[in-house]
């Protein structure tokens, strides 16, 4: 079946230190990209997407590019603030069977003043 | 724009005693889910709906009822609650789409002692 691998957190930065997230899948056919970002105390709320190879999501300084040859969707920021500080989720979701989207396990990003 | 709703926001009950978790969206999307969370378990499936009059048994199902009537409600029923359900309970709505993400109510935190 389908699944989606992140890296085990949590991932502690110092602010402005650059930011990666690995996220990994297996999956048949051509699934759509997704992070999401859960806030302490809140719901998840989508950051970025991407919906075929080489395309690149964008949002609040955060990154991540589809690249189907290595079957990865890595997060990425240039320059964290202590306000980045949540978990992260990589998820993936496709075409026909089931449209139950398929989440990592979450990574939680803690970031220092 | 409310998006998707879920009430109680937090609820103690005791073991045996049943609730509902209300879940509502006003974006007239199809699909509707509902997640439990718990530490380092990730986002785990509990029931799912395709539209009113259907859904279906996630990952842990045991221990929960849904219903679907109308496309914007979707409640969650613990029919005798246990202490392994304690949690906080996600309600979600994705429209049709493979590449179109999922919209996260707030939570509910529920504990059961």
């Known amino acids: 079946g389908d699944s989606v691998t992140q890296m085990e957190g949590p991932v502690t930065l110092s602010e402005e230190a650059f930011l990666t997230i690995n996220c990994t899948y297996t999956a048949t056919g051509y699934p759509s990209l997704f992070w999401y970002v859960q806030y302490p105390g809140e719901g998840l709320q989508l950051l970025l997407k991407a919906t075929k190879a080489d395309d690149k999501g964008s949002n609040k300084g955060f990154e991540a590019t589809y690249r189907k040859e290595t079957t990865s969707f890595h997060l990425e920021k240039g320059s964290v603030q202590v306000s980045d500080s949540a978990v992260y989720f990589c998820a993936l979701r496709k075409e026909g069977g089931s449209y139950i989207p398929t989440f990592g396990r979450g990574t939680s990003l803690i970031v220092h003043p | 724009n409310a998006g998707v709703t879920q009430t109680p926001k937090f609820q103690v009950l005791k073991t045996g005693q049943s609730m509902t978790l209300q879940c509502a969206q006003d974006?007239?999307?199809?699909?509707m889910s509902w997640y439990r969370q718990d530490p380092g378990m990730g986002l785990r499936l509990i029931h799912y709906s395709v539209g009113a009059g259907i859904t279906d048994q996630g990952e842990v199902p045991n221990g929960y009822n849904v219903s679907r009537s109308t496309t914007e409600d979707f409640p969650l029923r613990l029919l005798s609650a246990a202490p392994s359900q304690t949690s906080v309970y996600f309600c979600a709505s994705t429209p049709v789409g493979s590449n179109q993400p999922q919209h996260f109510g707030d939570g509910t935190r529920l504990s059961i002692l």
């Open positions: 974006m007239n999307h199809e699909y």
